[in-house]
């Protein structure tokens, strides 16, 4: 019965994503009558027919889910969303708000404004359609390239807070905007203290890789720096390497290449004081795609501590790994954030992240890489 019901969420989100720009109206209602799309009626604020309110609270039953008054709008939110641009992410920041919404039990009106592509004119239409609708709080995973866009005089009377970006990377930041990304600095500086004083550092000309390359150059002494790009993966360049060759790694690449990565260090004979990443690589594939020899010295910094087995599961339910998705996790402390600071002053905070000076304070822990799963170092 189980596997029945989680085939039958699957197959409600997939319509969900398939339908996602387009709201649902009365014709979109009676049509939903006979196959119950719940999670549209739920935190679409109109007007539920009864017969729809029984099949709801049946499948509530059935998956334990919390009391949720249809209709009901405790919070209020719209999510800007470049599709575009932050492509399978588009999904992960949805997912995690109806997540959050589920643990937290209020009921909601959540309102999803895609602009394509993060240019001003696309952004600023998605925003003044939202502030048009009454949205004040808003929820914007974007890159430095749309936060120009946002970083604006013209939306002071607006709460954005993105998930995607941290506060350090961003000149002169508005008052109201707030930020949840990862410090990857931090997660660097961290690892260093396990490392010996040979640095060398593999990425493979991402832009988030250039970007950690670039962090390990700036906190450390001429590290041997090395970019390995496509899909083409020639490692001749690795035999008799010197530069390698006891030294402190890390692996900027993403998860398919640090794999590789670590086995070839062991074929050529280079023999890594240590293998380090930050949370760039932490993911619970990393176990069946290495082997138990290669990650006996690995350490992978992370930030996710996932403050429940409830919200593990609701997230799971959608298709999300909270406790290996930091774009998930942090949305939802930006929910947690926003209806803490701005809706339910009187609520009790979900997450212990605070929000310090518009950016969220991250803990860090060191992890290794069991046969089993990830543990922290002692």
């Not at 009454?134 to 890159?143: K, L, Q």
């Not at 240590?274 to 993911?283: D, E, P, V």
Request: charged residues 20%; proline residues 3%; glycine residues 4%.
């Amino acid at each position: 019965m189980k596997n029945l019901i989680i085939a039958f969420f699957i197959t409600c989100m997939i319509f969900i994503q398939l339908n996602a720009q387009n709201r649902c109206d009365k014709a979109c209602l009676k049509e939903l009558s006979n196959g119950v799309d719940f999670i549209q009626f739920i935190y679409n604020p109109l007007t539920i027919k009864e017969p729809i309110k029984s099949y709801y609270a049946d499948i509530k039953k059935l998956l334990i889910i919390p009391e949720i008054e249809i209709g009901r709008k405790d919070i209020k939110i719209a999510l800007i969303i470049p599709q575009n641009v932050i492509k399978s992410y588009s999904v992960v920041v949805s997912d995690s708000v109806f997540a959050y919404i589920f643990k937290r039990d209020v009921g909601s009106y959540i309102e999803i404004f895609y602009s394509g592509d993060e240019s001003k004119d696309s952004l600023n239409s998605a925003i003044q359609r939202a502030k048009s609708a009454g949205f004040e709080h808003f929820i914007a995973p974007i890159t430095a390239n749309g936060l120009s866009v946002i970083n604006s005089s013209d939306y002071d009377d607006l709460i954005f807070y993105i998930p995607t970006i941290n506060i350090k990377t961003v000149q002169n930041p508005n008052p109201n905007l707030f930020f949840g990304g990862i410090d990857y600095e931090a997660q660097i500086q961290k690892l260093l203290t396990k490392a010996n004083h040979k640095i060398t550092a593999f990425g493979d000309g991402s832009r988030v890789s250039d970007m950690l390359n670039n962090l390990v150059a700036n906190n450390t002494n001429e590290p041997y720096i090395k970019n390995i790009e496509g899909s083409d993966i020639k490692l001749n360049f690795l035999k008799n390497n010197y530069k390698v060759k006891n030294s402190s790694i890390f692996l900027n690449t993403p998860l398919i290449k640090s794999a590789l990565l670590s086995s070839q260090f062991r074929v050529f004979e280079l023999t890594p004081h240590i293998l380090l990443s930050t949370q760039l690589n932490y993911n619970s594939a990393l176990i069946s795609l290495t082997q138990s020899g290669d990650r006996k010295n690995m350490y992978i910094a992370n930030s996710i501590m996932t403050p429940d087995s409830q919200l593990e599961t609701l997230s799971a339910i959608l298709g999300e790994k909270l406790d290996y998705d930091w774009v998930a996790y942090s949305t939802m402390i930006g929910m947690d954030f926003i209806y803490l600071n701005y809706i339910n002053k009187s609520a009790k905070a979900i997450f212990k992240e605070e929000m310090q000076n518009n950016q969220i304070q991250y803990n860090i822990n060191i992890m290794r890489a069991g046969n089993y799963g990830f543990y922290f170092d002692e």
